[in-house]
């Protein structure tokens, strides 16, 4: 019986470590939904004051339940795009890391998903607008 108990141990220790790792891997980052959330806000208060006018390739709901690794690819590009044209702080870039961070981890299985170049062209606030629903479907999908 002594002898029995180590090995359930290293069992039972083994098994919580896998459970640990695969939670730390599922496509989830409510973090993300509150940093866009803001993001957007700051866009917001920014274009009242400047005529900024910035065009990014917006993914729609519909790329994401067809294409979700695609689409979040997709926002993590043109997040690089909207901080550069609007010269935002180096803290912003960070969303690029987080989104290209959670595409990795979403299983695709479509073959047929659109560039993101052929995406519908949008405002910075529409574009972070579907940011903002397409992580919010994600967290309930994978959260």
Avoid: G
């Avoid at 695969?22 to 993300?32: F, G, K, N």
């Avoid at 047929?112 to 949008?122: A, F, L, S, T």
């Amino acid at each position: 019986m002594q002898r029995e108990r180590p090995a359930l141990v290293s069992v039972f220790v083994f098994l919580c470590s896998v459970n640990i790792i695969a939670i730390t891997q599922r496509p989830c980052s409510r973090d993300l939904y509150v940093q866009v959330e803001s993001l957007k806000e700051k866009v917001s208060n920014i274009s009242k004051k400047l005529s900024l006018n910035c065009s990014l390739y917006t993914p729609t709901m519909e790329d994401y339940e067809i294409c979700p690794r695609t689409t979040m690819q997709c926002f993590a590009s043109e997040i690089i795009v909207l901080t550069h044209e609007w010269e935002l702080e180096p803290k912003w870039k960070k969303l690029n890391r987080l989104l290209s961070r959670l595409a990795s981890r979403i299983n695709q299985t479509a073959s047929k998903c659109r560039r993101c170049e052929v995406m519908k062209e949008e405002n910075a606030t529409t574009f972070l607008e579907n940011l903002l629903w397409t992580v919010e479907k994600s967290n309930s999908d994978y959260c």
